[in-house]
């Protein structure tokens, strides 16, 4: 019996590396194309249809695995193939129905303490932003009329930081500087266009 569960115990090991794996190369061709399409600009005019077809085909392949296997959390794919699961839903912005129905499954998750709460907070935040309504965490920045990269409307400004803390985050001023030191897109040359844009690409994929 006791040679029956180690048999079982390599067996499993192996079918959760293996998950483990691809949601590593996944999230590694999403920052490679990311990479590429920066350097040569592309990146920064609408939403490069490259990176939307890694975004778009990478989420439904991560909602094949909530489908068989719940949250991939720690425990199943270990602690980078938790966070690569993370930034691929993070990214599947074209697919509102995968972020908004991964988001309780994820907060179960961490309630379990197979993920970290700000992973909740971030895809929250990153709803509420394309659905055009304050964020709670602080975690979305956008151009602003002035041509700066500023933190999205607040639900509640004066409990921001009381919610941050309550998930593991930084006060936001110490976001806000971080986001200013690494934001390497530069700003819109027409904000209303953009702003327009953006609500159609909205609409079009089922966010507004």
Request: charged content about 30%; proline content about 6%; glycine content about 8%.
């Amino acid at each position: 019996m006791e040679g029956l569960h180690a048999w079982f115990g390599v067996v499993r090991w192996h079918v959760h590396s293996g998950l483990r794996r691809r949601l590593l190369d996944m999230a590694e061709e999403d920052e490679r194309v990311r990479a590429e399409l920066a350097a040569s600009g592309e990146l920064f005019r609408s939403y490069p249809p490259r990176m939307a077809e890694v975004h778009n085909r990478n989420g439904n392949e991560l909602q094949v695995v909530i489908d068989q296997h719940g949250w991939p959390g720690r425990s199943l794919v270990g602690e980078d193939g938790a966070e690569a699961a993370w930034l691929i839903l993070l990214h599947a912005i074209g697919n509102p129905a995968l972020q908004r129905g991964a988001l309780p499954i994820l907060q179960d998750a961490i309630a379990r303490g197979e993920a970290p709460p700000a992973h909740a907070a971030y895809l929250e935040d990153k709803i509420r932003f394309f659905e055009r309504r304050p964020q709670r965490y602080g975690t979305q920045a956008d151009w602003d009329e002035n041509g700066q990269m500023t933190t999205w409307m607040l639900e509640d400004p004066e409990k921001v930081n009381e919610y941050r803390r309550s998930v593991g985050l930084d006060p936001l001023v110490e976001s806000a500087r971080q986001v200013d030191e690494i934001a390497d897109e530069p700003p819109p040359r027409d904000f209303q266009k953009r702003h327009e844009e953006m609500e159609a690409w909205a609409r079009s994929v089922g966010w507004l």
